[in-house]
């Protein structure tokens, strides 16, 4: 065992290898003088040590044992939880066992014992990290999602923007505060929590004037859904349509479908969910939507229209190795008596999309009189007035040239220059 004197020169001489950044032999001092019930900061500085060297698991074992017994020790808990930061969080990995998940909750929660929220610790980024985790890898993650964000103070966490630069131009990205109040709004509506959901939905919305990844469009989206799931259907197809004139996505229009649904409007939820199928999406992301087009047909008697669905949802699900829900098979079997043609491809569908649309929406014709420079928009001459249209409104995408004859109808639309809502032509087709 060290003497009294040797240990008071060894001590001394360790703290000024560590003040020279001499890690290695610094290590070979403290661990002289280190032991269970040495100093407290003897026991850091030979933590600080190990993490020099990289030696984290040393570190983090020395640092738990003095966090055991010194828990007021702020310096040594903070440090405590950057090390675990650089263990477990700082690189996402691709993969992730069960047991993996359910340690790195653990160990997340933890830290939440003996740190606090503010910038001398890894509290916000190892919560952010493993909030991250569980949305890419978790199963069933909102309650867990939930947990972790309850245990943070949303007026602490920044508003300010990330920026990064991309083909040599600034880019943003959403603050902490901002996507708490996605993920939290997310986790809420997912658990059903829908007058929760609404209240944080509005406290985001009145927090923010500028909005990053199409979250203003998502949070109208979801208070929306809640708003409809508490009886005010009005109201949330209103602001569905609001999101759609922002951010025409699929998924939203799919809502405003079901929402006509609960209102027994089938002729409107039927509009809605073409709408939404005839985006350019990929089927696989729609699957569950053409097999609810499916069931509504057959509801309004269209049993060969329904097939056609029917058969499309099943055929993706095949090609995709998912199994057929049993609902789904059972209706098939019940309809294939009908000997109807099994073999359905999506552009045999887009006609019967189109159709509807322009059906519900009126059609109209008219020749293209101007293409604006670039190709990417241009205006529509039709019964003496000129719409405004952009190529991507075009049903297939071929290339369009001025005097084409044309099908299109009016939609709603967003003027970005003049900051004001609009109109302008939608789902064109060429006439040959």
């Known amino acids: 065992m060290i ?6 020169t060894t001590r001394s001489e360790a703290k000024e290898l560590k003040s020279q950044k001499n890690w290695q032999d610094a290590v070979i001092l403290y661990e002289k003088i280190y032991s269970s019930d040495c100093d407290r900061w003897i026991a850091w500085e030979y933590a600080d040590c190990l993490k020099k060297l990289s030696r984290l698991d040393e570190s983090i074992e020395v640092s738990k044992a003095l966090l055991q017994r010194e828990r007021s020790l702020l310096h040594n808990n903070n440090f405590l939880s950057w090390l675990l930061y650089e263990k477990y969080f700082k690189k996402i990995k691709e993969k992730y066992t069960y047991q993996d998940l359910n340690q790195l909750y653990n160990i997340t929660l933890s830290v939440s014992t003996f740190t ?21 890898h978790g199963n069933n993650p909102t309650e867990k999602m939930l947990s972790l964000l309850e245990k943070l103070d949303v007026d602490k966490l920044s508003e300010e923007a990330g920026k990064y630069e991309r083909n040599g131009r600034e880019q943003e990205y959403q603050s902490k505060k901002e996507m708490y109040y996605s993920l939290k709004t997310k986790a809420l509506f997912d658990c059903e929590k829908y007058e929760d959901c609404i209240v944080c939905c509005d406290e985001a919305l009145s927090r923010f004037t500028q909005f990053h990844h199409d979250n203003k469009t998502w949070l109208i989206a979801r208070k929306a859904v ?21 951010r025409n996505h699929w998924s939203l229009f799919e809502k405003i479908a079901k ?22 999406d990929s089927p696989k992301m729609k699957v569950s939507l053409y097999f609810d087009m499916a069931k509504l047909l057959l509801s309004m008697d269209d049993t060969k229209s329904a097939w056609k669905h029917l058969c499309f949802a099943k055929s993706v699900r095949e090609k995709e190795g998912w199994n057929i829900p049993n609902e789904m098979e059972r209706l098939y079997n019940e309809i294939s008596s009908h000997n109807y043609d099994s073999d359905i491809k999506s552009h045999q569908l887009k006609d019967f999309w189109l159709n509807t649309i322009y059906k519900s929406l009126g059609q109209r014709i008219g020749i293209v009189s101007k293409m604006n420079g670039g190709g990417k928009s241009g205006f529509i001459e039709s019964e003496k007035r000129s719409y405004f249209f952009k190529t991507s409104a075009i049903m297939g995408k071929p290339y369009i040239n001025a005097k084409d004859r044309v099908s299109f109808c009016i939609v709603d639309s967003y003027d970005a220059k003049k900051k004001q809502k609009s109109t302008e032509c939608g789902y064109i087709k060429i006439e040959k």
């Open 3 to 8: 003497n009294p004197n040797e240990f008071s």
């Open 226 to 246: 809640c708003l409809a799931e508490t009886g005010d259907t009005d109201t949330a197809i209103s602001d569905l349509k609001e999101a759609v004139v922002h």
């Open 116 to 136: 606090s929220q503010d910038n001398k610790s890894a509290y916000e980024k190892i919560i952010f990290q493993m909030l991250k985790i569980i949305k890419n």
């Open 259 to 280: 929402i006509y649904l609960i209102k027994n409007d089938n002729n409107m939820a039927l509009l809605y969910y073409c709408r939404a199928a005839i985006t350019s």
